[in-house]
């Protein structure tokens, strides 16, 4: 399952590099799964993740639970559009992982909030994946 995980998260890593958009707002780090301090702003972090199998009788599969979060110093507006952005470049996911076939890629729910703590804004985006 952790393969899986880890090609997922390297083919979404890999799409938001290839994108100008998505380059333009956040530099060449992309998305990344460490800690935000001290980091530049806008940023999208892969936080939660959960697998779980989804083995059939046939073929071995993980269900790909995962949330992004985008963080934006600026306003929740930004925050929302890389996550609309993301969304966006997501599309094509299925050409891009090694080793595994991405069978399903859906978006679940967004929930944006301001992180007072932080002083940021962040749009939290939650993803099933399912992977054979």
């Known amino acids: 399952m952790t393969n899986a995980v880890n090609a997922l998260a390297i083919a979404l890593q890999q799409a938001v590099k ?6 333009a707002q956040l530099g060449t780090d992309g998305v990344t799964d460490r800690a935000l301090r001290p980091q530049r702003f806008p940023a999208l972090v892969l936080s939660t ?5 989804y083995s059939t009788g046939e073929s071995e599969g993980t269900e790909i639970l995962l949330v992004l979060e985008a963080w934006s110093a600026k306003s929740r507006r930004e925050a929302e559009e890389l996550v609309a952005d993301v969304r966006r470049v997501a599309e094509g996911l299925s050409d891009g ?9 859906s ?3 967004t ?4 992180d007072v703590k932080a002083g940021l804004f962040v749009a939290e985006a939650r993803f099933r994946a399912v992977v054979e």
């Not at 290839?18 to 380059?23: K, P």
């Not at 993740?49 to 199998?53: C, L, S």
């Not at 992982?97 to 399903?104: A, W, Y």
Request: aromatic residues 8%.
């Open 18 to 23: 290839a994108d100008a958009v998505l380059v």
């Open 49 to 53: 993740v959960e697998a779980r199998d």
């Open 97 to 105: 992982l090694s080793g595994f076939r991405l069978v399903n890629f």
């Open 107 to 109: 978006h679940r729910r």
């Open 111 to 114: 929930i944006s909030r301001r």
